[in-house]
């Protein structure tokens, strides 16, 4: 994700901020005012942003200062100007206790606020770090306005103030949210990393003018359609600002493809990865512990497998076991600089490359849409969300949240850079909840009454896929060289593998399999049936999503290409997917082969049956009761209703 989110709580985290990050990550010198320290480290002051300020008496890009912050963070959640409210009540003769009062919005709280942390992909801030001043400055404004949209999105759809009993009340601010906003130029490593924090006080202000706090639960909920959000709007800005389009790359195979500017070399992107390379040499030690630990009678301790669960505690640990201390701060100029020649020395790319990147990238825009039409199909993409979202949460059921992510992921991917019509997101969701979705939603609470909430799974069955059994894993070797010193450089690794990639037993991604999935469930609906009078565009909606090198295959050379006798007959078209091993971008993701079509039994037999036990179990009360609507009027207070006395106990979020 390109979007984090930690909260901040009035005392040791907010003074943290105040030392290290409202200063570019560095450290501010003892007794010295915020502005100041900014300007020695050499980054911009932080700007407020939100809807919500004309009430607190602030104005969009206004400057912060630190007595603002120190209110409205630092002393759990205090008007900004509350020194100066409490200084003219006392010169009214008023009490202090009435004069304190007035300076408070609502109740003290503990956490006064959540960072949100933005970064574009990094093909874009190589562009801004290696690119001439007119790139910088589009960049930059692009990253603004999509910091912006995202945060107009979280006020209307997003942040609810709850109140009440047990917090039975929910409502949207109707006069929005306050932010403070703070750039900094580069990663913990020294290497360009283009980034803004996002200070979210969460106090908001109800219908009634009373103040209140936002959940932040639901921020941390949300955070990945926040993600998927700015991904597409940051990289919609530039492109149509450059004259760019996009590619999808695979980092890691059997992961989700990365949307990345077309035209810059990935060896750039490696070059700003020292910190990745050694996290995953760190890692892959780890996870070498992890299988091969056992108790002093021999018994293994945990798995003999990775999970996908244990490998992210795991690179947790391998972050924190491998994370440098901060470098001092430099101003940008300098900084852009540097960066220019390390790259030229050390990348191992082209000088006339880095120099002309902004021409490489509109070369090959202009290649991609020589070939490329974004076309949407609605349809099909309701499919492939569903498909994606069934298959990467645990037992197959999901929120609305859940196919809101996943839709925006998906525009992304077929609109390579394009902008889309507003409000097509949500008309996937609509598509994906209404035709592909089974409501299985047995709320207990007034929450669990709300569309956001609703708990769905899928209508498909995937049981009846021909079984192929997987060759064993070997085993690992036990008297392999540990990988590099986590704060030396990473060891260079062999061709075509991964930084810290060792034989290590996983349990197979989950993406990958969800690939495999809406492959086969679309391969279905295009055969079998026709949805709402027409038949899917599959042929339109393919040749959208699909990289470029794919759409014009070399012709076949009936003395080289005969394709052999044995082979089987696929029980999808691979024409196009079978070029893949023979093209240069990395879309490993989408290699559909009919041996792995095969193998889809045996990770799908579980849920299959879970989903078919669900469906039967759901049946009839789906024909009796009435449609839930996909979303409700949020802005109207949500008052608790009586839940059926049959009624069982509500699932909790999925993510």
Known sequence: MTVDIRIVRAGQMYRYFLRQTVVGDGRRPARTPMREAQEQAGVPAGRWIGRGLAVLGLTPGQEVAEAQLRNLFGERGRHPYADRIEADLLAKDESPKTA????????????????????????????????????????????????????????????VIRYGKDGIYRVRPPGGLVAARFRHYEARSGMPLLHDHLLLSVKGQRLDGKWGSIHTTALHENTVAASALYNELVAAEVCEALGLATEPRTVTPGRRPVMEIAGVPHELIRWTSRRSDQIAACLSELEHEYVTAVDDDGTPRFLPVVSEKARAKLNQIAARKTRPPKQKTRPLAQLRKEWKESAILTSGVAVDIINSLLEYARAAAAAIWARVAPVVDVALAAVDVTATVFVMNDGGRFHRRHLLAEARRHLALVLRGRRRDPGL???????????????????????????????YTARWALSDLPARHRPPTPAPDPDRQPPADPGEPAAPRPPGQDAGEWEIPRIPLQYDRAVLVGAVVREKLRTATAVR?????????????????????????????????????????????????????????????DERLRRLQDVFTKAADQARATMNRYADREDADAPHPAREDDQRTHHPQQPDPHQGREAGPGR
């Open 425 to 455: 997101d949500d008309q996937i969701v609509a598509a994906a909840i209404s035709t592909h979705c089974l409501d299985i939603s047995e709320p207990k609470t007034a929450r669990g009454l709300e569309a956001n909430y609703r708990l």
């Open 100 to 159: 304190f009062k007035a300076g408070a919005l609502g109740r003290r709280v503990t956490v006064t606020g959540v960072d949100f942390v933005f970064r574009p992909q990094p093909t874009i801030y190589l562009l801004w770090a290696l690119g001439d001043e007119e790139t910088r400055r589009v960049i930059e404004a692009a990253h603004e306005r999509a910091i912006e949209r995202v945060l107009e999105w979280i006020e209307d759809e997003v942040a």
């Open 533 to 593: 009078g027409r038949a899917y565009d599959v042929v339109a909606h393919q040749q959208a999503a699909m990289p470029e090198q794919l759409l014009a295959p070399r012709d076949a050379d009936p003395e080289h290409d005969q394709e052999p006798e044995a082979w089987p007959r696929p029980g999808i078209d691979l024409t196009a997917l079978r070029a893949l091993k023979a093209s240069r971008t990395d879309v490993e993701a989408l290699d559909l082969t």
